[in-house]
DNA sequence: TTATATTAGTGTGACCCACACACAAATACA
DNA sequence: TGTATTTGTGTGTGGGTCACACTAATATAA
């Protein structure tokens, strides 16, 4: 009997826990390779060409191999993506759980996520599979929960909030990322209002118009815009922990429909 | 000289607007098929099988048609991508702009967001191509925007403010899809928990211990879930909405490092 | 009516991808 | 010195996007 059944679990999972050194390894030919390897190779070249170069052929071809023996080290594709997701992540960022207060450690983290996405930014595309599930990935979702948990929310609360500023720090990096692509290729912001303009007008759409026309809708999000947004998040997570009986620390959760 | 230049547009622009019905379409052999039907066919085919298995070849069968021949009327797989966004997001939601309140309406755009992807699941999956342009989705982003700036924000502000909602609610649509593809495949729930719980333990992840001991973790997220942070980032919002001098509407925007 | 320009769909092929499988090469142990 | 075991290779299958030459259909011009 098996401690863990492989067959019942997301992809990746095992190798990404480093678990069992492949059985024995002691017999057979010597592998030239190695898992962590074979994700830094993934991980430079994500980095040089971009997330729509990244395949297998390509990896191998870093490493002196065939395509074929990436295989040996990671079952699939989507394994490798898990793997490459947990290390382009990296670990969980310092001087959030120790943060002065909570609004501090939640902003360290969420400004640790985008600047994450500046760095790799093929980190936007890789889709997300499920909840984090990795070393790294859980390292980062415990450390905002730690931060929620300890300013006086339950865990089902902090999980949401947690989801908030996740998918606010992926949707502003994501949109950081557009406009640096778009600039790099042929499109021309120009050219795009002068197409767009007199349509928002005959629609009605008086603010995107009123946008286009000062050269905001496409404009370059500063890290005063990604404040900004945090900034509403955090004032609402603030209403909730603030209007909360003080002393009373609720651990049922986010209330649920029976 | 052409009023329109495509050549420096994102794909997929000009053919979203419906524009030119193909210059002048009056000689040479007739279509049989239109951009709708083949986005419908992309629709369907997407519905039915997932953003995975889109491919030309199969939307073109689904036409009785060869796979090049979609390319007479879509000039890349990106272009049918941009139209099929429109498509599937679709018009606006009504009473969103002529809600009762702010809120109502902020509320009201959100649940459609995730209501859109609960339609079509794979519009989690349909990658982002910087700011929305097509009709379809300026109407959504007008939407919100005009509740917004009704409200008392200056358009910057509400554009910030706008992909603060847009960010959760997809994030929040791409969670509960992934929850629900997962318990559609092999992976066990339980066999995750026995998986990670040690390694929890071992780590100090105290809050995520707990979340998964109470099933919290991968769990559903049910429409209270959605509401829970929605009412996080409407709360934010309303601070600062409240806190701004009465009367004093603000124009110049968010505030920007010079 | 016939010729011609124009456009729609087909066929083929180049080049890419993920991956299965048989095989050769290398290594440890008997 | 076998022999089992494991790694890397080679080949093949089935799929993908897309370019390009070609055929078929259709409206205009002669």
């Not at 190779?41 to 040089?48: G, I, P, S, T």
């Not at 795009?192 to 496409?218: C, I, K, N, W």
């Not at 998040?233 to 909730?240: E, K, M, P, T």
């Amino acid at each position: 009997m098996p401690l863990t059944d492989d067959a019942h679990l997301p992809p990746g999972l095992v190798l990404a826990w480093g678990l069992p050194a492949k059985s024995k390894n002691k017999l057979g030919r010597k592998p030239t390779q190695s898992v962590e390897q074979i994700v830094d190779a993934a991980l430079e070249l994500a980095d040089a060409e971009g997330f729509a170069a990244l395949s297998m052929p390509k990896i191998a071809q870093r490493l002196g191999l065939t395509a074929n023996a990436i295989y040996r080290y990671v079952s699939s594709r989507d394994e490798l993506l898990v793997l490459l997701g947990d290390a382009a992540w990296g670990p969980a960022p310092d001087g959030v759980v120790g943060a002065r207060d909570w609004r501090a450690g939640a902003t360290a983290w969420t400004q640790a996520m985008v600047d994450r996405c500046d760095i790799h930014p093929w980190l936007c595309d890789l889709p997300i599979r499920g909840a984090p599930m990795t070393p790294n990935l859980l390292g980062w979702a415990e450390a905002i929960l730690k931060v929620l948990t300890g300013a006086g929310l339950s865990p089902a609360e902090s999980l949401s909030c947690a989801l908030l500023l996740d998918g606010y720090a992926r949707r502003i990096a994501s949109a950081r990322r557009d406009v640096r692509d778009s600039s790099a290729s042929t499109v021309e912001p120009a050219a795009v209002a002068q197409f767009l303009e007199p349509r928002l007008h005959e629609l009605g759409y008086s603010v995107l118009a009123a946008l286009m026309a000062g050269d905001q809708y496409t404009d370059e999000i500063r890290d005063a815009d990604v404040t900004f947004g945090l900034d509403r998040i955090l004032d609402g997570i603030d209403v909730l922990i603030t209007q909360r009986p003080s002393g009373v620390r609720q651990v049922a959760g986010v209330p649920r429909s029976p």
